[in-house]
């Protein structure tokens, strides 16, 4: 997020990282500039018009530019009418560029257009919920699309595998968006992803990191293999060591609800292990038919069950 200019005609320019919690000074305006209108195209900054200068405070016409990579401001084609106080708003790859005062209110509506790119990032972040991680980015393209493809990673720089590869949705001049739910993580752990968009013609371009962490503590059931035929794995969600949860049950119903196996100790407990091995036998070591069973297991705070199917 960055921030520029300002009452009393400020050139300072300010960014904010969520990821870690911090302000940073980044290049400044070229000169003063107050109630300018703002937006991003392309991962860049523009800062159009507003009540500043070089010397004297005057309505402005000028656009600045700021690219975060470069770390420094240019100029862009400046918009006929000074004005400051505009309404900004972006549409594919035109901006328009609306209403404002001088010394007085105004009606103007100034359109620019930028060059088109063959396939434009419009937005790519990431959501953290209880049990996982959704993925979100937007297209613009004006190339085919052929496939997105997601990688992640548990170190920011390296160490990245590919987890998905979600279809494209060919050529489109207007913007297309995307998602992805990512169910295999764990609570407290903070996950690092990059997005790969292909075209048809094989070239691909990368975006990101975005990171994430998932903060719940409810997690979920993940059996494997299932359906099975001769032992499956049940893992337990990892309990955060900052909670206090603590699992009460982990048993196996049939279809009828009758109880089968149980894997609980009797009494509530700390999860002291994050998977068992179930082989398709009960209680007493008899091995149970064929068909489907349930995997219910109880916290101090949810209670989860998962279908399993077990065939001989």
């Known amino acids: 997020i960055y921030v520029f200019g300002g009452h009393s005609s400020k050139v300072e320019n300010e960014c904010y990282d969520p990821v870690t919690n911090n302000w940073a000074t980044k290049a400044p305006l070229s000169f003063k500039r107050y109630a300018s209108g703002s937006f991003s195209y392309n991962n860049k900054a523009y800062s159009v018009g507003g009540l500043g200068g070089p010397v004297v405070s005057k309505y402005l016409t000028t656009v600045e530019v700021y690219d975060p990579v470069a770390n420094s401001w240019s100029y862009e084609d400046t918009i006929k009418y000074a004005r400051q106080s505009v309404a900004v ?9 609306i209403g404002g005062w001088n010394n007085g209110a105004l009606s103007y509506n100034e359109e620019g257009v930028f060059p088109p790119m063959a396939t434009e990032l419009l937005s790519f972040d990431v959501i953290s919920h209880d049990i996982y991680i959704k993925l979100r980015w937007s297209l613009a393209s004006l190339g085919e699309v ?24 060919g050529s489109s001049p207007s913007p297309k968006s995307y998602s992805y739910k990512d169910e295999d993580v764990e609570p407290g752990m903070r ?7 292909v075209k048809t013609d094989g070239s691909t371009k990368w975006y990101g990191p975005v990171s ?10 993940k059996i494997s293999p299932n359906p099975f035929s001769t032992s499956t794995t049940i893992t337990i969600p990892r309990i955060s060591e900052h909670q206090n949860t603590r699992i009460s049950e982990l048993q196996i119903y049939d279809i009828s609800g009758r109880l089968v196996k ?3 100790l009797g009494t509530w407990h700390l999860a002291l292990g994050t998977e068992v091995t179930w082989d398709g036998r009960d209680n007493y ?11 219910r297991l109880s916290t101090e705070t949810s209670t989860q069950i998962k279908k399993i199917l077990f065939i001989k």
Not at 191 to 197: A, C, D, F, I, R
Not at 212 to 221: C, P, Q, S, W
């Open 146 to 169: 052929y496939q997105c493809i997601i990688k992640r990673s548990t170190i920011e720089d390296v160490d990245y595998s590919e987890i998905a590869r979600i279809p494209g949705s």
């Open 262 to 264: 149980d894997f609980s």
């Open 285 to 295: 070591g008899n091995l149970l038919p064929s068909g489907i069973y349930y995997c």
């Open 191 to 197: 996950y690092y992803y990059k997005l790969g968009v």
């Open 89 to 97: 708003g972006l549409v594919g790859n035109k901006v328009y560029v």
């Open 212 to 221: 994430a962490v998932v903060t719940g503590i409810k997690g979920y059931l």
